[in-house]
């Protein structure tokens, strides 16, 4: 089974720039959805973005669309999710996770069955 690992967050100050990275073992197949989603201490874990791996295709949350940009190398396997014009509000810890199915891009969470382990990104005012 394919193994997650999220990196790149930090401490940056309101209207910066981030890129978190998503490296995954083992082979990412074309039904593959991967996503980032966040959570934010006391709420709900939210959809970010996503990307159908076989199509290319991407979505994204109404709340970053235009700031945050997904995206993907294949040779590495790897996904990163690019913040920029990054404000308080985007505080949280993000997680990058994969649905290894559906092959078309779902923003519920219990539709990705595979995880990382978080990386949190705090952004000051």
């Known amino acids: 089974q394919v193994q997650l690992v999220d990196s790149g967050g930090g401490l940056v100050q309101a209207g910066g720039s981030l890129r978190l990275s998503c490296a995954a073992s083992?082979?990412?197949?074309?039904?593959?959805?991967m996503g980032w989603f966040r959570q934010a201490p006391g709420k709900e874990r939210d959809f970010v973005a996503a990307?159908?791996?076989?199509?290319?295709?991407?979505y994204y949350a109404d709340s970053v669309r235009g700031r945050f940009t997904i995206s993907r190398d294949n040779a590495k396997t790897t996904v990163y999710l690019q913040m920029n014009s990054l404000n308080p509000e985007d505080t949280a810890v993000y997680y990058c996770?994969?649905?290894?199915?559906?092959?078309?891009?779902?923003?519920?969470?219990?539709?990705?069955?595979?995880w990382g382990q978080g990386t949190q990104v705090t952004v000051s005012s």
């Open positions: 083992g082979r990412i197949g074309s039904t593959y959805v």
């Open positions: 990307i159908a791996w076989g199509a290319g295709m991407r």
């Open positions: 996770a994969a649905d290894r199915f559906s092959g078309r891009i779902y923003t519920l969470a219990e539709k990705y069955d595979v």
